[in-house]
T-cell receptor, first 114, second 115 residues
Framework: QKEVEQNSGPLSVPEGAIASLNCTYS??????FFWYRQYSGKSPELIMS????GDKEDGRFTAQLNKASQYVSLLIRDSQPSDSATYLC??????????????FGKGTHLIIQP | DAGVIQSPRHEVTEMGQEVTLRCKPI?????LFWYRQTMMRGLELLIY????????DSGMPEDRFSAKMPNASFSTLKIQPSEPRDSAVYFC?????????????FGSGTRLTVV
């Protein structure tokens, strides 16, 4: 059974601070990892992807991956009220047919306090 | 690119009625996924297609649910008869491959309310 676990929150962070979102997954052969942002009443929007161990930076966002610990995180620097949303972690199964696609966590509700 | 297009955006129907949700994937994407999202269960994969062929429908809750993809640019999800517990937001997503390696692009969703 593939699982992706996230703390549901809410996670409250003051404006301008760093928001840290965490995700663990159970499938050791997973190869690609994603963070989606979902505003209330909207659809999930892909904001970050990461495939290798280490850090990947894109503007104010940094994704971190540790395959040995089966752990992926998202850091948001200089948090803005517009970052308030639910953040979904998604993980795919490994290759060799990998037909099961993405498994999503239930999301972490992030609130940026002005 | 217009993205993944779903219709209708909102649907309110009475229990027992047939409901049909529609999806147009991104042109060139050969994989299409139907998800259901509720507060309790999060995003659940119902069924997905690769090159218009249904690959895995193990997430379809019961026989009341059916999905088709007659061509590369159109898919439907049908619920017959509908029940109040089917109330949820239904998302369609498409991708250039079925493994999820490059992630998915979601449509805007259909909010279904069955009364």
């Amino acid at each position: 059974q593939k699982e992706v676990e996230q703390n549901s929150g809410p996670l409250s962070v003051p404006e301008g601070a760093i928001a840290s979102l965490n995700c663990t997954y159970s499938d050791r052969v997973s190869q690609s990892f994603f963070w989606y942002r979902q505003y209330s009443g909207k659809s999930p929007e892909l904001i970050m992807s990461i495939y290798s161990n280490g850090d990947k930076e894109d503007g104010r966002f940094t994704a971190q991956l540790n395959k040995a610990s089966q752990y992926v995180s998202l850091l948001i620097r200089d948090s803005q009220p517009s970052d308030s949303a639910t953040y979904l972690c998604a993980v795919n199964i490994g290759s060799g047919g990998g037909a099961d696609g993405l498994t999503f966590g239930k999301g972490t509700h992030l609130i940026i306090q002005p | 690119d217009a993205g993944v297009i779903q219709s209708p955006r909102h649907e309110v129907t009475e229990m027992g009625q047939e409901v049909t949700l529609r999806c147009k994937p991104i042109s060139g994407h050969n994989s299409l996924f139907w998800y259901r999202q509720t507060m309790m269960r999060g995003l659940e994969l119902l069924i997905y297609f690769n090159n218009n062929v249904p690959i895995d429908d193990s997430g379809m809750p019961e026989d009341r649910f059916s999905a088709k993809m007659p061509n590369a640019s159109f898919s439907t999800l049908k619920i017959q008869p509908s029940e109040p517990r089917d109330s949820a937001v239904y998302f369609c997503a498409s991708s250039s491959d079925n493994s999820g390696y490059y992630g998915y692009t979601f449509g805007s969703g259909t909010r279904l309310t069955v009364v």
